[in-house]
């Protein structure tokens, strides 16, 4: 079983950064696949960004390419999103999900995702 935990996010203006961090419990995180989502109120969880164990595969959803950086650090159990040049439609609800360990190399699919976090809301004003 894993767990996942979001945290970083918070209100900033538009063309500022944020960096949002999910933690991780136990081993099994490390050897996951790793992904962000995000969720507007009354919208589908729409994919954003998935980085798989080892790094070896990084996936970024179209709007964010160029902007948003996920990164991992085993030796913490963490995942990050660096997210640059904020745009008011990133405003969402940030969800931080892990497939099974050594099972999917990207998680585009949300299907794909086996545990989630509760979210971290992110808000970029114009």
């Known amino acids: 079983q894993v767990q996942v935990e979001e945290s970083g996010g918070g209100l900033v203006q538009a063309g500022g950064s944020l960096r949002l961090s999910c933690a991780g419990s136990g081993r099994a995180f490390t050897t996951s696949t790793v992904g962000w989502f995000r969720q507007d109120p009354g919208l589908e969880r729409e994919f954003v960004a998935s980085?798989?164990?080892?790094?070896?595969?990084?996936f970024y959803a179209d709007s964010v390419k160029d902007r948003f950086t996920i990164s991992r650090d085993d030796a913490k159990i963490t995942v990050y999103l660096q997210m640059n040049n904020l745009k008011p439609e990133d405003t969402a609800l940030y969800y931080c999900?892990?497939?099974?360990?050594?099972?999917?190399?990207?998680?585009?699919?949300?299907?794909?995702?086996?545990?989630w976090g509760q979210g971290t809301q992110v808000n970029v004003s114009s």
């Open positions: 999900c892990a497939g099974r360990s050594y099972w999917y190399s990207d998680l585009r699919d949300v299907a794909r995702c086996s545990y």
């Open positions: 980085i798989s164990w080892r790094a070896s595969n990084i």
